[in-house]
């Protein structure tokens, strides 16, 4: 009963104290200035008596005591002392504690001295430090007492702060008295700071961060190290995240005041920059000619090319823009930034959902809609995505432009531009034998038609199209790398998506039939040069065994299925100069017609049987033997006087 009462009274006696007014709370404050002047003066005659004061000290120094405890009272109120939160009581509060406990000492040794009564020299100074020290003692105890009475029935979270510098010294001392917050610790990587302790808590290694969250039961490591570069600190953020962790990042007070900026964004990369050549001439001049007054189809109209092809066509002033596209999303957007574009221009924008591989759908598109050109784009070109879905790849890109070819034929339309790839030439994998396929299909089908003027054109990589590897590095240094490197030998040509998308337009006005163009594209560019020049220019460093303070670090993966270590734009080295100077016409053995037949009747048997083996294995049968035919021809002209 007795037990009970005093438990109830306990609790009722912390909510009183927790819920008092701010008024109240301040008189509390006050009051215990006022009673630590008694105590101190008792204090200090003990010190210096070497004994206990008794009842006699106490009558002598009652006019003295009331005097200093008004003053208390007063000069406590005056500096403000009674205002000023337990959880904001630092360094600035402290000096006026110190104030108080001054002005306090100069009132003991006047009003001493004014009633004639001895002291010795000492005694005033002893006074001022023990009440300096009960002050500031009196309110660290209540604070963590407010805190304990706070955290009592709030279920608070563990805490390590990563960075026991400037930073994470601030956040501990803020986060000392939040009751839903419990900080254990922090965690350096500088090893002179181990073992230390740094604002009241230890300093651990990274190494012992996983025993910690373990046996602390850790809920969130907070990030206090926003001198490190945004790379560094996702490598941390990501490595700490592993453990099972929340992980949270604190911006430097520089940042929060707007002294710095408060996210560090990558630099803009100019891709022309990596191309190791002139940019093409920006305009079209003489082959915008060629679309204008025209219904046009672009198949895969939402994709990198596909898109920047439609954007390009339309300063053409064409009567008709058909947009085939086989992703919702993808058409939604380009049918609603092109309508933007084409206002006022006369150009109807006709979005169709569609594949290509839709024979009934495209015949009657391209009837309804008066398709007089088809720029060809749609393709599944990811060489990791094409190799895992060999059957997908070759039912796309062989029959499918083959149907829509045929098509565009049937129709009357009056040409069709295929476009293509390097990796076309002597590939490895399934994907460039797809494309390289697809060029046969057409140049078949350009030697047979006669309404209709068939060509392909063929470039390397496009350097910022979905899959390329700028966005993949960039994506990567993000993410605080690494970067992935197949090989560092590894070369590829580049240009960008606007001069590939002119290329195309222009090879389509020129075109006769049956041709296959080639861009002089200039040397091709190492990966590894261009991994380096895209991590300086976003303005980070390489971290490596000579530089391991490096922000980003280059890993090499291996080359992938399919992939080469260096693309070529022609099988032969011939090529034949055209009406423009930077594109040529690639001289090349094809398939013959029934060669060509009967290696669409065995990938047709396959992709029947979905037999991704022998779907694989047809292609590159097929592509070999069109390769040997180009040896061949190599060899005769090489022995040829």
């Not at 254990?184 to 740094?198: A, E, Q, R, S």
């Not at 850790?218 to 490595?239: D, E, W, Y």
């Not at 596909?306 to 058409?331: D, I, K, M």
């Not at 090879?507 to 560019?525: C, H, Q, R, T, W």
Request: hydrophobic content about 45%; overall charge neutral; glycine content about 8%.
């Amino acid at each position: 009963m007795v037990s009970g009462w005093k438990l109830g009274d306990r609790v009722a006696f912390s909510e009183r104290l927790i819920l008092l007014p701010r008024p109240a709370k301040r008189a509390f404050i006050l009051a215990l200035d006022v009673i630590n002047v008694p105590l101190s003066l008792y204090l200090t005659a003990a010190l210096l008596t070497g004994g206990l004061p008794g009842a006699d000290w106490l009558r002598g120094e009652s006019g003295i005591l009331l005097v200093l405890m008004l003053g208390s009272a007063l000069l406590s109120r005056a500096l403000g002392l009674p205002s000023i939160q337990l959880k904001s009581y630092e360094t600035s509060a402290m000096a006026r504690s110190a104030a108080l406990a001054a002005l306090l000492a100069a009132l003991l040794s006047i009003a001493s001295v004014s009633i004639g009564l001895a002291r010795t020299p000492g005694e005033p100074v002893i006074f001022a430090l023990l009440f300096l020290f009960l002050s500031a003692a009196v309110r660290l105890a209540l604070l963590q007492l407010l805190i304990h009475l706070y955290r009592r029935d709030v279920a608070a979270t563990k805490v390590l702060i990563y960075g026991a510098g400037k930073t994470g010294m601030q956040l501990a001392m803020a986060l000392r008295s939040h009751e839903a917050v419990r900080l254990m610790g922090f965690i350096d990587d500088n090893t002179v700071l181990h073992g230390m302790t740094v604002a009241g808590f230890p300093v651990y290694p990274p190494q012992q961060l996983e025993k910690l969250i373990d046996e602390q039961k850790i809920g969130r490591v907070l990030l206090a190290m926003p001198s490190l570069s945004p790379p560094r600190q996702a490598q941390v953020a990501r490595r700490v995240a592993a453990l099972g962790v929340d992980v949270q990042s604190l911006p430097s007070f520089a940042q929060l005041v707007g002294e710095e900026e408060i996210v560090a964004a990558l630099a803009p990369v100019l891709p022309e920059s990596f191309l190791g050549r002139n940019k093409l001439d920006a305009t079209l001049s003489g082959a915008s000619s060629g679309y204008a007054g025209k219904s046009v189809l672009i198949s895969g109209a939402g994709g990198s090319i596909g898109s920047e092809l439609c954007r390009q066509v339309l300063p053409c002033a064409p009567a008709r823009l058909v947009l085939l596209e086989l992703s919702e999303l993808a058409l939604y957007n380009i049918d609603r930034e092109l309508r933007a574009l084409a206002e006022g221009s006369g150009c109807e924008i006709v979005p169709v959902l569609g594949s290509v591989t839709d024979k009934a759908r495209l015949a009657a598109v391209m009837k309804q809609q008066g398709v007089q050109i088809v720029l060809h784009a749609a393709a599944y070109k990811h060489v990791p995505m094409v190799e895992a879905n060999p059957e997908a790849g070759v039912f796309n890109n062989v029959f499918g432009t083959q149907i829509l070819a045929q098509t565009a034929i049937n129709c009357g339309v009056e040409r069709f531009v295929q476009v293509s790839t390097d990796k076309a030439v002597r590939p490895t994998g399934i994907m460039g034998a797809s494309k390289r396929l697809a060029e046969l299909v057409v140049c078949d089908l350009a030697r047979r038609a006669t309404g209709t003027i068939m060509t392909t054109v063929r470039f390397g990589n496009v350097l910022g199209s979905s899959g390329s590897v700028i966005p993949l590095f960039q994506e990567q240094i993000l993410r605080g790398g690494p970067i992935t490197l197949t090989d560092p030998r590894v070369t590829r040509y580049f240009m960008t998506v606007q001069e590939a998308t002119r290329l195309v337009l222009w090879a389509g006005s020129m075109a006769k039939g049956g041709e296959i163009f080639v861009l002089d594209m200039g040397k091709p560019v190492s990966i590894e040069k261009l991994a380096r020049q895209i991590v300086e220019s976003s303005g980070y460093s390489i971290r490596s065994a000579s530089n391991p303070e490096g922000d980003i670090e280059i890993a090499l993966t291996g080359l992938r299925p399919g992939e080469k270590l260096h693309e070529e734009l022609s099988i032969l080295p011939d090529l034949l100069p055209t009406q423009h100077p930077k594109l040529f016409q690639a001289v090349e053995e094809s398939l013959t017609d029934f060669e060509l037949a009967r290696a669409l009747q065995s990938l047709s048997a396959a992709l029947a049987q979905q037999d991704a083996e022998s779907v694989v294995e047809e292609a590159i049968r097929w592509v070999k033997r069109d390769l040997i035919k180009n040896e061949d021809r190599r060899r005769n002209e090489s022995a040829a006087p």
